[in-house]
């Protein structure tokens, strides 16, 4: 694999070794040695857990990193971004992890770019954010036994999100047992091709064994998406009375950042279900997985 972009391209087999591979990261400290692969972190639009997780796992296999803040860049005199790419491979880059706005245009300079460097998706406008399922589906394998018999339900903004788009194709190349997406109608897609979609909490959270709850993302959110948000929060967020719904040894996921009192409340995201940090935590082994892939 040259570049890492979509969760589409990859077999259910290379799925399963990029989490075994993450989960033996987690577990020993003698990690391999790329120092003659050095990484830019290209990130194009806000991140706390991607870009640091991206970082720290460049450095954990000896790799130098260049953090690219484009807003002192060339990017400003007018260089598009493929040329500053080309000329940051040009000094000896080999990888570049990206995150933009714009859906699919890592897709773009993949194809441009060919086998010159390697790109890694890092979350691309509501399209996809592929590591973020590495990551999530590697918390889940760690809590829970057996994908096939499980039942997962997750919870918002699915229309203008990233992470549940890429965590439902995940979910399909795997086989988890039940997938329940729910969301108020405005922000459901208009089909799926895995799992169902509803939304009600009630049903969407009975009897599950994984709750996944989503950011109210309000910076995509446009004319004619905008929601009540005290509206929403009634019939959506994940409290401790509606996490009685699921199962009570579910487990509580988010992929951060949270909205505290939008979404899901305090006593929730830092109660004894939530495996919100383990997410995080996972993210550097997760990632380091998908580095070494790209590179091997
Ligand atoms: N989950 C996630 O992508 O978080 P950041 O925006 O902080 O990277």
Known sequence: MNHFLEIEQLSKQEIEHLIQVGLS?????????????????????????????????????????????HE?????????????????????ISVFVMRHQQEKLIHRIAAEIGEKAHLVNAGDGAYAHPTQSILDMMTIVEKKSNLADLKVAIVGDLLHSRVASSFREICQKLGVGELR??????????????????PSLKEGLEGVDVVIGLRVQRERLSKGDEMDLTEYRRSYALTQESMQYAK???????????????????????GPQSVILTQVQNGVFARMAVLQSILE
């Open 181 to 198: 997406m729910v969301a108020p109608v405005a922000w459901q897609p208009k089909q799926t091709a895995y799992g169902t979609i509803t």
């Open 25 to 69: 990261f987690k577990n020993r400290t003698d990690y391999p040695n790329y120092n003659h692969y050095a990484v830019a972190n290209l990130f194009y639009e806000n991140s706390t857990r991607t870009r640091v997780s991206f970082e720290l796992a460049a450095k954990h296999l000896n790799m130098p990193v260049i953090n690219f803040n």
């Open 72 to 92: 002192n860049s060339s990017e400003h005199k007018g260089e598009e971004i493929f040329d500053t790419i080309s000329t940051l491979s040009a000094m000896g």
């Open 248 to 270: 009570s040894d579910a487990i509580l996921m988010h992929p951060g950042p949270i909205n505290r009192g939008i979404e899901i409340d305090s006593e929730v995201a830092d």
